[in-house]
């Protein structure tokens, strides 16, 4: 089974510019979510889908975060203009909706350095 | 809001030694816990979950266990080797509509020495 594709790996942009990530989720998995991980710290969530639907996005910060997932699949996370501290690793995440286990499976993230 | 620690932030011990990481969580109402490893530079790789009315979880050397009621889980590493050294987390779910919600602790970097 493939598992959690992310792309970039790796960006560096410069403070003001845009940025965007793209995920695509395990096969079959209906609900998508994207973390921001600081150095140091554990994921904190932005938003989570369910197909193509959003679930949360309470902590998204909506001046600058927008995100996207057209036909329930695959995502897309966008950051315009970005500041210094949005510098972090951006982890996609997605399961099942089976009932039971909830289990996340995650994809390798993208490191985001502002300059 | 839901809260999760761990404790100890790091911790480093010689090979062989049996190692237990704490986690705590404020709302006991929670659907799961599960434990994550993270290697530097890499996502997040699920070691164990359990499942609210279960006591633990086994898997090889680790064996994680869960009081739903005191909010607290640990993770027990037995004969510890250097190839686990890395970052573990604990990340607690709770449903949000009929989707599963997770909060995550900081983590406590392991360093296992030769």
């Known amino acids: 089974e493939a598992g959690v594709a992310q792309s970039p790996r790796y960006k560096i942009i410069e403070k003001r510019q845009s940025v965007a990530f793209w995920c695509n989720p395990i096969?079959?998995?209906?609900?998508l979510y994207w973390y921001q991980q600081i150095l140091g710290q554990g994921p904190k969530l932005l938003i989570q889908?369910?197909?193509?639907?959003?679930?949360?996005d309470s902590q998204l910060p909506k001046d600058r975060f927008s995100a996207e997932r057209l036909k329930g699949v695959d995502s897309t996370l966008k950051i315009q203009p970005a500041k210094l501290e949005d510098s972090a690793v951006y982890l996609c995440a997605s399961s099942l909706v089976d009932y039971i286990y909830y289990e996340q499976y995650f994809g390798p993230g993208t490191r985001l350095t502002v300059t | 809001k839901q809260e999760v620690t761990q404790i100890p932030a790091a911790l480093s011990v010689p090979e062989g030694e049996n190692l237990v990481l704490n986690c705590s969580f404020t709302d006991s109402a929670i659907y799961n816990l599960q434990w994550f490893r993270q290697d530097p530079g890499k996502g997040l790789t699920s070691l164990l979950l359990?499942?609210?009315?279960?006591r633990e979880q086994t898997s090889g050397r680790l064996n994680a266990s869960l009081d739903k009621s005191s909010g607290r889980s640990t993770l027990y590493i037995a004969a510890s080797q250097p190839g686990d050294s890395a970052t573990y987390l604990c990340a607690v779910t709770q449903l949000n509509t009929n989707a599963g919600k997770s909060t995550f602790g900081d983590g406590t970097t392991l360093t296992v020495k030769p």
């Open positions: 359990i499942q609210s009315s279960q």
């Open positions: 096969s079959g998995h209906a609900t």
């Open positions: 889908f369910q197909n193509n639907g959003v679930v949360d």
